[in-house]
């Protein structure tokens, strides 16, 4: 079955400091992948997706995620953290069997302490 | 941009109730998804709709049904309401093609007392 995994429920960081948040897949086909966030009280949003091609993706806010086909992984980084990153971030993979759908990670949240 | 608009941020229901939760997408999508969000879960697929009258159960389809009669809207439906639907429940649309993505809306807050 396909699944996807955020092994860290909660990652504290302070202002500044850099970030990495983990995703891990299981999936049996090139999976389309994408990250998004979630902050107090509003909806998600699309911080980056990968498809195919260079396997270091830019997206908004400053975030980048790196596909490793070996580990099954796309995490996401940023050099940087702000306060206003304190959020949730979801990862997805898209499934394809007989139509497409949407599959998630549980999620991390991140704090940012000043 | 794909707008996806949800009917109500917030619903306060009695157990028993039969819920309508409505979606309505303005680009003619044909990939519809109705998830719910609870936290330490993530975002849970109930149904999704890939055309009119075309439905698919998707991982916690239990106590939940679907209607789409008119491909920009997609709605959900719980045919009575127990205390465990309450939860954030999300709407999103599949933008196919070389600009492939998934529009959320805003959600919809439904609490069942």
């Known amino acids: 079955a396909q699944s996807v995994t955020q092994p860290d429920i909660h990652i504290t960081v302070s202002e500044g400091a850099s970030l990495e948040l983990r995703c891990n897949y299981s999936?049996?086909?090139?999976?389309?992948l994408f990250w998004y966030v979630q902050s107090p009280g509003q909806g998600l949003q699309l911080l980056l997706k990968?498809?195919?091609?260079?396997?270091l993706v830019q997206g908004i806010k400053g975030f980048e995620a790196e596909f490793k086909r070996s580990q099954s992984s796309f995490n996401l980084r940023k050099p940087s953290v702000h306060w206003s990153d304190a959020a949730e971030y979801f990862c997805?993979?898209?499934?394809?069997?007989?139509?497409?759908?949407?599959?998630f990670g549980a999620g991390t949240t991140v704090t940012v302490r000043a | 941009d794909v707008k996806v608009t949800q009917s109500s941020r917030y619903l306060v229901k009695r157990t028993g109730e039969k819920v309508f939760l409505e979606c309505v997408q303005d680009?003619?999508?044909?990939?519809m998804f109705w998830y719910r969000q609870d936290p330490g879960l993530g975002l849970r697929l109930i149904y999704f709709?890939?055309?009119?009258?075309?439905?698919e159960k998707g991982d916690i389809p239990e106590g939940y049904s679907v209607s789409r009669e008119k491909k920009e809207r997609f709605s959900l439906i719980l045919e009575s309401a127990s205390t465990n639907q309450t939860s954030m429940y999300l709407c999103?649309?599949?933008?196919?093609?070389?600009?492939?993505?998934?529009?959320f809306g805003s959600g919809t807050r439904l609490t069942v007392v």
């Open positions: 999103a649309s599949r933008t196919p093609g070389i600009q492939r993505g998934y529009t």
């Open positions: 999936y049996g086909a090139t999976p389309y």
């Open positions: 990968y498809f195919s091609g260079d396997t």
């Open positions: 997805a993979v898209e499934v394809r069997s007989n139509d497409y759908k949407l599959s």
């Open positions: 680009m003619d999508h044909e990939n």
């Open positions: 709709s890939y055309d009119v009258k075309m439905k």
